[in-house]
């Protein structure tokens, strides 16, 4: 590591080796928020900011939340014991006397005539106000912003912002800027160290706006530069041997189908084909709604690499995915002689060396499985092509075990998040980019409602007449147990009452910690109808195709993401028949009713992500985080657009120009890290 990198790295240690001095119980603290190092510390970016409002009694407006400092006259007066309290005193401000009123807080008993307090709260109209805080310092101590972070149960703001304070405190002046001085010069940005302050303790409105400036530029910036560098370190090995195989044949298996293509099918299979023929590597994505159809379009693909004596690699993020797209397969390639196998973790150690034996000696065409085929251990004899399907997390590391498996091997992804075209040609900037856009014909969007509580009371006879017309029922959970820190349904309780409920029908019970003899058990009871109600985490989200289930509840909607929720409602709209689905959340915030509203409207993917992007903040870090899209906590790819555009330039240049002094700490961090864990569809 050049010596300028090993400083940076230096600031930015582990919190427990860093003597930070930070007591236990605030390390504990942060790492239950995913905070493990000081880097991850400082860009933990406030959600919000509380602004003081100190203005005059004149402008107050009733039920509006006013700050003033003021003096306490005459006696203070209670009602009521221990916690349930109600305090009432009055003050003098704004040359009137204020009469206010603090519940449940005892010790505001011992408030004293003459005392000088500054009240935080609602102003009622005629002079009254019900605190929600106060304190005895006066009103010109206290911060004009107060940052809000996003927490947990259990951690408190203070908390988080005396970690952020003492440790800035420590390492100010050791934060090196990653921008390079004439850019920050051309752009009139912070520092570094000045921008991570004004985020974090602003003293104006105009700090913030300052500092997100400069934060959302080198968000971009370190973006880019990593895609220029991968490109450039792959621009070496680009070339290798064509494959040839018979189009006759692959032409011969579409003709077997079911079904003809869609156009964008077409064109997907002719691109894919194409690449597959010419000398260079194929870096692929193909992107396109839930349902447009990629499978086959994966199987045809590796049928052409087989069909040119190469062996091929199908995989798939889940087992139960794993085993459809095996079934699939198998399906459409059956006749052509293609020997296919599936690989999983759960095979019993003897029959699973058989399989790896095929694929060592050739006797194997094509392997689906999980991200376990790229495990050591796993050998080819000629592995020409692997595809990834939903794949967001498919990195430089994953690319390189790759290339180890075998020599020059064509690699395609696929998404079914899918984003314009535009922005997918900036943001998978080092791709080739497939775009499905139609569905396959004859498919019905679902009926979707977002009804705002956190409960199908309002639904309840649409739901049963789902039932009663002999249709299945998702009903979708965001966590599997009870969670204290986690208010939201689980799916053991939600089976619970819903058996009560439902007392005619059965209701089962999936998620991802059960084992896969649990899991396929329970999959295959719903397939056959013997399970009509299932509660469910996630895991539903990719592959399940059972196409009696026309129903789908989803309990606490708004923690997931638009384009999970659109993928999730994406299982019943696999057949003909109409199909329902409810989004239930008691949210508050607009911005969570805001999205979730745009699924009611459309039912189109390229929309949805869109919108979810857009409407995307830097709150949603949490929860919400788009699947398949770069990860950036305050750059918005959909509003800053000429950030990005700026950035994307800069980055290129200062790669053609690696050599500058400016550059080189910029350009060694993003190698280093190039190498190490970055990945594009993070
Ligand atoms: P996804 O793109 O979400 O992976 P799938 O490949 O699972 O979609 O396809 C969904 C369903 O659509 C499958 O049952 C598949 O057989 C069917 N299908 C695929 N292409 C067509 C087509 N051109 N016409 C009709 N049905 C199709
Ligand atoms: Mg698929």
Known sequence: MPGILREWYNNYMRIEEK?????????EALHQLGISDTEELFSYYPIRYDILNSSDIETWQVKQNVTFEGTVTGAVRHWGYGKKTNVIFSVQAFDRILKITVFNRPWAKSLTDGQLVTIRGIYMGKDKVTATSYDLKPLSEHPLITPVYSIKAGIQQRTIRACMEKVYA???NEIPDLIPEQYIQRYRLLRKAQAIGSIHF????????QAYRTLKYEEFLKFFLTIQAVRDEEGEGIVKEPKRFDRNKINAVIRSLPFSLTKDQEKTLHEILEDLSSPHIMYRLVQGDVGCGKTVIAALALYACCLSGQQGALLAPTEILARQHYASLQDILAGTGCRIELLYAG??????KEILDKLENGETDIVIGTHSLLQEGVQFRKLGLVIADEQQRFGVEQRRRLKEKGERVDLCLMSATPIPRTLASTLYGDMDVSTIETLPGGRKMPVTKYIRENSFRSVLDDVNRVLAEGHQLYVICASVEKNEDYHAR??????????KLFKDYKVGILHGKMSSAEKDAVMNRFQNNEIQVLVSTTVVEVGMNVVNATGMIIYDAERFGLSQLHQLRGRIRRGNAQGYCWLLSSSAEEKAQQRLSVLEKTDDGFQ????DLRLRGPGDILGT???GVPDFILGNVIEDTAVIRQAQNDAK???????DPDFIRAVDWVLDRARSHVSFMD
């Open 608 to 611: 949805i992500s869109f919108e």
């Open 170 to 172: 420590q390492l100010v």
């Open 653 to 659: 240049y200062m790669m053609e120009n690696r050599q």
């Open 490 to 499: 689980d799916v053991y309780e939600t089976a619970q009452n819903l058996q």
């Open 347 to 352: 095979l019993p150690a003897k029959e699973k």
């Open 202 to 209: 602003p003293e104006s409105e105009n700090d913030i706006r």
């Open 625 to 627: 985080k788009q699947a």
């Open 19 to 27: 003597e930070l001095r930070l007591t236990k119980t605030r390390i």
